[in-house]
């Protein structure tokens, strides 16, 4: 196993239960206790997480994976979902994207859709205007030339990728969207939608507020959960695009709220 799985795997262990015992890492990966002490103290030096007596807990009290770390989590459900979402956009369209590993495969669908590939539409203009604050999407849309690429300012997140704070702020404010793809890390059918940070929340809440239709992409793991700070209430939703884990239960709920629920 190589080094950044073992990290990737490590960090999803801290993520999941808290905490991670050296001994029981070493087995559960099948490899020697010296190298997860290694690997934990490197960890720890990059503030990832927290090294113990035997092993490390999470660093801080809202425990984040950063975005390098998590693109294997939930992958081929993402992949659905960022094929769904594309579905949900017209050509010519301005569409507003966060951040996240799901919308980051909602960029890459559209990259590779058939109606949009190709140099530019009807004289010469762009097929799709993408609106942006995360910094990984920009750089993987930016060789498209059929896709403008408009990014806001701010400071980044290294967690996320994405810019926050009143530059990016200041660019929302100007502009309108067709539509708003929203990555979030909770959505609960009484109080909306929920991201980790607060500087997210704040851009992402933006970006729903100048679209003309707002999009939920999120895997069912993210469903019936509560982040730190809300993004938006649930009735500015349109769309939820999710896998076929969402329970039927939940999926009548958001119904009855007014969402169309997408589950693929």
């Not at 905490?19 to 720890?44: H, K, M, N, Y």
């Not at 990059?46 to 294997?72: C, D, F, I, N, P």
């Not at 003309?212 to 809300?230: E, H, L, N, T, W």
Request: with cysteine; charged share 20%.
């Amino acid at each position: 196993m190589s080094r950044d799985a073992r990290w990737d795997a490590l960090l999803e262990l801290v993520g999941k239960h808290g905490r991670v015992e050296v001994e029981d890492a070493a087995t559960t990966l099948d490899v020697s206790a010296a190298t997860i002490r290694r690997d934990l103290d490197q960890l720890a030096e990059q503030q990832l997480l927290t090294r113990t007596r035997g092993g490390a807990v999470a660093h801080g009290v809202s425990y984040e994976l950063a975005l390098r770390y998590k693109t294997g989590r939930n992958a081929p459900e993402k992949q659905a979902i960022g094929r769904a979402v594309s579905e949900l956009v017209a050509v010519g369209e301005v569409v507003g994207l966060t951040g996240g590993t799901t919308i980051t495969e909602v960029a890459r669908s559209l990259a590779v859709r058939p109606d949009l590939v190709g140099d530019t539409g009807p004289g010469g203009q762009p097929t799709l205007t993408v609106v942006t604050n995360a910094l990984n999407i920009a750089n993987e849309l930016v060789i498209r030339p059929q896709i403008k690429i408009v990014v806001t300012g701010g400071v980044a997140r290294p967690q996320s990728y994405e810019l926050t704070g009143p530059l990016a702020s200041g660019v929302l404010g100007e502009i309108t969207l067709d539509a708003a793809v929203l990555g979030v890390n909770a959505i609960d059918t009484e109080r909306g939608a929920y991201v980790h940070h607060e500087g997210e929340a704040s851009i992402n809440r933006l970006l729903a507020q100048q679209a003309q239709r707002v999009v939920v992409a999120a895997d069912s793991s993210k469903i019936g959960k509560r982040a730190f700070a809300r993004v938006c209430d649930l009735s500015q939703v349109d769309f939820l695009v999710t896998d076929t884990g969402i329970t039927s239960d939940a999926k009548a709920r958001f119904t009855e709220a007014g969402v169309t629920v997408i589950a693929v």
